[in-house]
């Protein structure tokens, strides 16, 4: 599976710059390789970019979570999300199943990795909780 270089050029953007809230990868499984779908600009919420997320489609996604810490510090944790929910086509979970860690591999800074197939297992508590 190919690597589109927009995939790691706004990655980097939103690790180095915080350019971007989040970033939303697709398949395309006609070329067979993973571009960028979609951007969220800093001030997109939580909800903005779950509401990005097909319901019915595989996804890759990371997202920049801003947090304080119980000593008041504030901190961002880079999310690694595979979207996988469990209306998807099989071959498209097999797809992204498969391409996932070659996927991850080049994308340099990631801190957390989380996998869901409904949108509880990556409710914000859900976030929150991993973050810390």
């Not at 980097?12 to 960028?36: G, M, N």
């Not at 071959?91 to 994308?107: G, N, Q, V």
């Amino acid at each position: 599976m190919a690597v589109h270089d927009e995939c790691k050029l706004k990655f980097l953007e939103l690790k180095a710059k915080r350019t971007h809230r989040f970033i939303v990868y697709k398949i395309e499984e006609k070329q067979k390789q993973v571009v960028v779908e979609k951007v969220g600009e800093p001030a997109k919420s939580y909800d903005d970019f779950t509401g990005s997320l097909p319901a019915d489609e595989c996804r890759y996604a990371i997202y920049d979570f801003d947090f304080v810490t119980e000593e008041n510090c504030q901190k961002s944790k880079i999310f690694f999300i595979a979207w996988s929910p469990d209306t998807a086509r099989v071959r498209s979970k097999m797809i992204y199943a498969s391409s996932k860690d070659r996927f991850k591999r080049e994308l340099d800074g990631i801190q957390v990795e989380l996998q869901a197939t409904d949108p509880t297992e990556m409710g914000l508590d859900v976030i929150r909780s991993r973050a810390s």
